[in-house]
């Protein structure tokens, strides 16, 4: 399927863009994906202990042009991290949620093949459909061969069950040499010549999140980029968000409960657990360069939940909740797209990617798998070293999180017994 009907964007032709690049070709040809063993979007947090008899029957209110894409976007959209149940996306479109979010490498292949079966029926061109470059083993390199990387999206194809994708991402992005890894691009170029492919997109959340952003709207290359945001971080991301609707680039929101602690917090009563997802989304939307935001949905109860939130705007008690759970998380939260504290660390532990095993298994009830992720670190790099090391990455964070305590509880927690 092409392009036609569609505004078309001010792409690099792969020529324009080798050339462009030729300066970090050589880099991009050898490097990889930094963050390969990272639990991009592990799952979920769970729904609402309570669910208001009114948020029963919530649909989508509000939609939003996705930049040049010309496709309007539900505000509250889906992420399939977790997703089982076909019946759960088929929910999700009747309730009004059009754009959908998945890759290989989500419960092993798992999760497109029940959104495949959920989304089957539907107009295709109702639906907007947006991958990643991966395979269910993890992140493509960089310099993976051209027809490898072509046949990875072509294998999501067979999954889904359909026979392109609306938006390909290039994700988790750490670099700029990532960024424009020429193998990447001209894979894409020659998906979308045979009609597999629409759009390129990247996705980010890690330390470099705004060098690698501004670089992806300023090249003209991309036409959506999605990105961690959430309430009061990363600053400059409003000006590249601005620039990005100028330049007529959707912005998807993720990572927008920043940690679901919530879940967790014995200072909430039960009334602010039940609002924070809600007020959280209701922020992020309050920001018009954004096109919408995408969330880990697994069962009915939380479309119903996090859909009472769209087309709303925050109020001031949604405010002062947000405020609040800023105050209680933020020595407990490792921020995406910070990184302060690695190279300070004297046996190169992967501290934010550990903290963060430990969030999914805390907040998000995914023990399991985060016990998984935590197993296939190196040996030599694990939390192990952190009982009677000095800590000198607690100097260098900004947010005085006791690092060393937290890793050091995490390794206990995760650790195979």
Same mark, same amino acid.
């Given at each position: 399927?092409?392009?036609?009907?569609?505004?078309?964007?001010?792409? &690099?032709?792969?020529?324009?863009?080798?050339?462009?690049?030729?300066?970090?070709?050589?880099?991009?040809?050898?490097?990889?994906?930094?963050?390969?063993?990272? %639990?991009?979007?592990?799952?979920?947090?769970?729904?609402?202990?309570? =669910?208001?008899?009114?948020?029963?029957? /919530?649909?989508?209110?509000?939609?939003?042009?996705?930049?040049?894409?010309?496709?309007?976007? !539900?505000?509250?959209?889906?992420?399939?991290?977790?997703?089982?149940?076909?019946?759960?996306?088929?929910?999700?479109?009747?309730?009004?949620?059009?754009?959908?979010?998945?890759?290989?490498?989500?419960?092993?292949?798992?999760?497109?093949?029940?959104?495949?079966?959920?989304? =089957?029926?539907?107009?295709?061109? $109702?639906?907007?459909?947006?991958?990643?470059?991966?395979?269910?083993?993890?992140? %493509?390199?960089?310099?993976?061969?051209?027809?490898?990387?072509?046949?990875?999206?072509?294998?999501?194809?067979?999954?889904?069950?359909?026979?392109?994708?609306?938006?390909?991402?290039?994700?988790?992005?750490?670099?700029?040499?990532? %960024?424009?890894?020429?193998?990447?691009?001209?894979?894409?170029?020659?998906?979308?010549?045979?009609?597999?492919?629409?759009?390129?997109?990247? /996705? !980010?959340?890690?330390?470099? &999140?705004?060098?690698?952003?501004?670089?992806?709207?300023?090249?003209?290359?991309?036409?959506?980029?999605?990105?961690?945001?959430?309430?009061?971080?990363?600053?400059?991301?409003?000006?590249?968000?601005?620039?990005?609707?100028?330049?007529?680039?959707?912005?998807?929101?993720?990572?927008? %409960?920043?940690?679901?602690?919530?879940? $967790?917090?014995?200072?909430?009563?039960?009334?602010?657990?039940?609002?924070?997802?809600?007020?959280?989304?209701?922020?992020?939307?309050?920001?018009?360069?954004?096109?919408?935001?995408?969330? !880990?949905?697994?069962?009915?109860? $939380?479309?119903?939940?996090?859909?009472?939130?769209?087309?709303?705007?925050?109020?001031? *008690?949604?405010?002062?909740?947000?405020?609040?759970?800023?105050?209680?998380?933020?020595?407990?939260?490792?921020?995406?797209?910070?990184?302060?504290?690695?190279?300070?660390?004297?046996?190169?532990?992967?501290?934010?990617?550990?903290?963060?095993?430990?969030?999914?298994?805390?907040?998000?009830? $995914?023990?399991?798998?985060?016990?998984?992720?935590?197993?296939?670190?190196?040996?030599?790099?694990?939390?192990?070293?952190?009982? *009677?090391?000095?800590?000198?990455?607690?100097?260098?964070?900004?947010?005085?999180?006791?690092?060393?305590?937290?890793?050091?509880?995490?390794?206990?927690?995760?650790?195979?017994?």
């Amino acid at each position: 399927m092409g392009d036609s009907g569609r505004p078309q964007g001010k792409g &690099l032709r792969r020529r324009d863009l080798l050339v462009s690049t030729g300066a970090i070709a050589a880099g991009a040809a050898a490097a990889g994906c930094e963050y390969r063993t990272q %639990l991009y979007l592990l799952g979920s947090p769970p729904e609402s202990e309570v =669910r208001r008899p009114g948020w029963s029957g /919530s649909s989508v209110i509000a939609r939003r042009r996705l930049g040049r894409t010309g496709f309007d976007m !539900s505000d509250i959209s889906f992420g399939t991290t977790k997703l089982q149940d076909p019946a759960v996306a088929r929910r999700a479109i009747e309730r009004g949620i059009n754009y959908f979010d998945t890759a290989p490498d989500y419960a092993d292949a798992a999760s497109e093949r029940a959104l495949g079966e959920g989304i =089957r029926g539907t107009p295709r061109d $109702q639906l907007f459909i947006a991958s990643k470059f991966c395979t269910p083993d993890g992140h %493509l390199d960089d310099d993976t061969p051209v027809p490898e990387v072509m046949a990875a999206v072509e294998a999501s194809l067979r999954r889904l069950q359909i026979d392109h994708l609306d938006l390909v991402h290039i994700h988790a992005v750490n670099s700029v040499e990532r %960024l424009m890894a020429p193998n990447i691009h001209e894979a894409f170029d020659r998906l979308k010549e045979q009609g597999k492919v629409r759009f390129l997109g990247v /996705s !980010s959340h890690t330390p470099r &999140l705004e060098e690698v952003m501004r670089h992806a709207v300023d090249s003209d290359r991309f036409d959506v980029i999605m990105v961690a945001y959430n309430f009061e971080h990363w600053p400059k991301l409003h000006g590249i968000f601005h620039d990005a609707h100028e330049k007529d680039v959707g912005v998807v929101a993720m990572k927008t %409960l920043k940690g679901a602690h919530h879940t $967790q917090l014995a200072e909430f009563t039960p009334n602010e657990r039940e609002s924070f997802a809600q007020a959280a989304f209701k922020w992020v939307l309050a920001n018009p360069d954004v096109s919408g935001l995408v969330i !880990s949905i697994r069962d009915f109860g $939380q479309i119903d939940e996090y859909l009472y939130a769209s087309g709303k705007a925050p109020t001031a *008690s949604d405010l002062a909740l947000l405020e609040k759970y800023d105050g209680l998380i933020t020595r407990m939260y490792c921020r995406p797209g910070c990184g302060a504290c690695l190279e300070s660390c004297p046996a190169d532990v992967p501290i934010d990617d550990i903290l963060r095993y430990r969030m999914y298994a805390e907040n998000y009830g $995914q023990e399991r798998d985060a016990m998984r992720a935590y197993a296939k670190l190196d040996p030599e790099r694990t939390a192990a070293h952190c009982a *009677s090391c000095s800590a000198p990455c607690e100097a260098a964070c900004p947010y005085e999180i006791p690092i060393r305590e937290r890793l050091v509880a995490t390794h206990e927690r995760l650790r195979w017994s």
